[in-house]
């Protein structure tokens, strides 16, 4: 086990080049700047483990912006801003003045004043999410330049159409415990798959950020999913280049079983094909809900070819040694628990239930990994402080 | 009065057999533990009075789960949890995924990552309130083992079915204060009685709290409700126990007059018999709105046939030199005033509104007590050291 | 640019005669105590600038009543609470059990054990926000004077039917900026004036709030609206007692063109005339919604008639030199961005938009100003202590 010596000199050691960045999609991030998120956050959980206080904000806010519903996230984001010291704020467009005709900009820095972070959820409409995060940063970069902001909020992608960074990191964080080291997962293969699902319309995000995360740390990964269920192009394309980059591999398959062959890591989760959420968002857009009726009827009868595509006790025997590691990002549509039949069999899942309330348990370390870095010019030094300090976080 | 050294000796002298536990039921703790909260309570009390900080968490959620509305209580609670040092989160379930399909095992762990203390108010279904708290506790104390979750999140019941522990620990508090000791409430008479009220489906909790605590420190309890409104059994039979074990004593009477004569204390309010919250159950549980619509018919008509049990004037004169002490959880039904007529006459209320609201102001000490004895082992290490540091409130 | 001992010293020389007060109307103040909260809210801003914590509340809530809808203003409570150190509970009306026929008088104190400011909007009933907000400031001192509270929570008001309190006073913060000082206010031209709007409705607050307020200051205020849509006359008769006292000058003109004629600040914003206003309480009262339905018909019928009430570059052009400084509280209605035709051209907007947005700006530093000087006897001792002690706020 790495010391805190060592895990403070690997951190410096890194650029210190995520000062006042956002959080937006990993991608935008060299891999170095992704290793010392990961590192930070193993830092900030070491020292919460040891009960020492990481409090490092005497006052500010993070706030919130969800637009669509959230459980694990919205309380990993409050807990991330809640341990440095952050108080939290959730904007409710619903109960704001933001339908009166108010523009993001204006909004965007409304809300700032005494901001340090916007997390934003925004998953529903594709091509929408990300591009809105970026409006949302703009206007806060442009305040803060204006002198209208005493600091620079950074935006943090709490899922949007394209990418789910903090749990594709959070994802990343527990494979590393799991091997061991960030080096340990070169050669490994995970299977990224799709899974049958009863319902419709799940975000493209989780397997995105997947994909696009894991080949740039060596990794062999294997996308399955049944013809029609494709990602978005460019994102396909870049998990290709990164394998070649970093010495991993990345592969399409129509195959649940091919996927699974050997891996060493499985996250099969459903998700609505392409297309379709393409056809979705303009039908939200149109406010057209008998499209919409439709439209998922349709999906739900082409879901329904595909039943086949469980994680089940069978499909786990394919696997190194018939054990890989099971992942999911949660909730899970259990077979016989949450629906009739859906992504997991119930006995699949519940070996490996503990281990996926681990996955979702790195998440609010490395929301906090992410603030620290994009608020503070030299995260190291405040980090040996606080260790120095040493104050109890309870007592 | 009691000197600060004094109250830290006698909390010293207590067992600590509270840390790691959950706050369900008042008789599920030893006398002792309830003396501890309440002296705890206490000295939280006198720190905030003498402007002494109490902050003792420097990071750290409680969260709230609200299943049915509350004011007083939530404020409590959040007051409680601020008081300590920690940050608090209100789960709203109607915006959160566990409509998906989510285990309430799990929901449990995914919000408790930092999370201290779960306060759940769930008192709509007979047989479920309890039951759920029940469940989230196993859920997080599996966690704990599991290592998923690095602290016992503690699970603090808000009002279940069965139980009111926090306003039953503030009614004592008060009493107490008013008896000038916990000693001083040996031989004292309450009527915890029932009152006509205009409304339908009041929770049994608070008389049902109220009977199964007050027995334990020796003194007089009458539970008075007309026929038909008796309460759950099996807690109508732990109160009797109670008074045998501890020296005091409780029988169960059909008259107000009857149970208000020589009373010190009277606590007249309404609930909903046993039968009804019953069928009710069944009725919500099956979505039968008509039956329910003719269910509170039926109560209403049956409630109008008592509505002679209203604390008046009169019935006060029957009390010990006429001046026992009212009271009241709040918002109570004062006939006049909040609706035609209902629990109490507008005189009696008036004459002991600051009464009762200084009995509702204890509620945030007990919480914050319950909350230093669960989360640490030997609380009045804390307490001391908080005193000796005299760190100031405000300013 | 002024040092901080010289404003240590300027906030020394003022009467501490805020402590313990409410924050209702700027006229229930004096001109000194007016004075010390903005020189309380400018060492608070530098002091922040310069990373000093101000964090001076241990724990306390600060608990917001929004009965209208508000972004800027719940975000600037929120922030300066967050700024001093204090915890904010969202009081929803919606959700409490105040329905339950639970009183004003009563809320205000449940909400209250642990609370040191109630921030409260209520602007939608002419002649009820107001009365609204003395009511619950009456049930904290009494619940204060008889010790059911332990502190006296001071009552600040977020926009009421008669006045925006903390947008005046950040409107004179800002001016303070422009003119270098507040003597530089002396003798300079503000136009309050009405201005087309398509929507419905708006408060009298603003308007009234200006002009309740800058000839206090010295500065000649023409206040200008179509006939008809007249304020609340008391408040249009205190503005010009003010400018008597204060050797400033109040006028009141019904052309847009008159007041913008060499004006050194115009302040163009819709307001629906106060009979609407009186007429729509009235229909509200009683539920009236076919109504409330004709009166809007006819309130927009009537604000149709003086689309020419707009801030056009031709007017603006009338101004000293074509270039005074234009205010707005936020939303403004912008012509041709959230509206076909309303208050402000685009031009002239985008001109000014960074300077609205500054002006916002200074709202949560005077609300914690007002807190600061609500709370502490002598707030001048911890701002110097809080300079003394240097803790940085972030680090």
């Known amino acids: 086990m790495t010391t805190y010596p060592q895990l403070m000199k690997a951190i410096d050691s890194l650029p210190d080049s995520l000062y006042q960045s956002d959080f937006l ?21 070491r020292l919460r483990r040891d009960n ?76 929408a999410g990300h591009a809105y995060m970026k409006q949302v940063a703009a206007a806060v970069a442009e305040g803060f330049q204006a002198g209208v902001l005493e600091q620079r909020p950074g935006v943090i992608n709490l899922q949007s159409d394209i990418d789910h960074p903090t749990q594709s990191m959070a994802d990343l964080m527990q494979l590393v415990q799991h091997f061991g080291s960030l080096d340990g997962l070169r050669g490994k293969k995970l299977a990224m798959t799709w899974a049958y699902s009863p319902s419709y319309g799940k975000p493209l995000s989780v397997p995105q950020g997947v994909i696009g995360l894991m080949p740039r740390f060596g990794m062999e990964v294997v996308l399955a999913h049944p013809e029609g269920y494709r990602l ?36 099969p989760k459903s998700w609505a094909p392409y297309h379709v959420m393409e056809k979705r968002t303009e039908l939200l857009r149109a406010g057209d809900t008998g499209g919409l009726k439709e439209l998922e009827r349709e999906c739900l009868a082409q879901n329904a070819e595909f039943k086949g595509w469980e994680c089940t006790e069978e499909k786990m025997k394919l696997t190194r040694g018939g054990r890989a590691l099971y992942m999911h990002c949660l ?33 609010p370390y490395i929301i906090a990994a992410v603030m620290l870095t994009a608020r503070l010019a030299e995260p190291v030094r405040l980090l040996r402080a606080l260790k120095r300090r040493g104050r109890p976080r309870v007592g």
Chains 1, 2, 3 share one sequence.
Not at 249 to 261: G, P
Not at 335 to 348: D, F, K, M, R
């Open 25 to 45: 999609l990993t991608w935008e991030k060299s891999v170095d700047e992704l290793r010392k998120i990961l590192l930070v956050a193993e830092v900030l959980r």
């Open 52 to 127: 020492i206080s990481t409090r490092c904000f005497e006052s500010g806010l993070a706030v919130s912006i969800f637009r669509d519903q959230s459980t694990r996230t919205r309380f990993s984001f409050f807990s991330a801003a809640n341990l440095l010291g952050l108080g939290v704020q959730d904007l409710d467009e619903t109960r704001s003045q933001i339908a009166h005709g108010e523009t993001v900009r204006e909004t965007a820095n409304m809300i700032s004043f005494f901001t340090e972070f916007i997390g934003i959820r925004d998953d529903i409409f594709l091509g």
């Open 232 to 267: 978005i192009p460019d994102v396909v394309s870049k998990a290709g280049l990164f394998a070649k980059e970093n010495g991993g591999s990345f592969k399409v398959v129509t195959s649940m079983e091919e996927a699974f062959a050997g891996a060493d890591v499985v996250y």
């Open 331 to 363: 909730p899970a549509d259990i077979s016989g628990v949450s629906c009739a039949a859906g992504e997991v069999a119930a006995s699949v899942f519940e070996r490996y239930r503990i281990p996926t309330y681990l996955q979702a348990g790195f998440k």
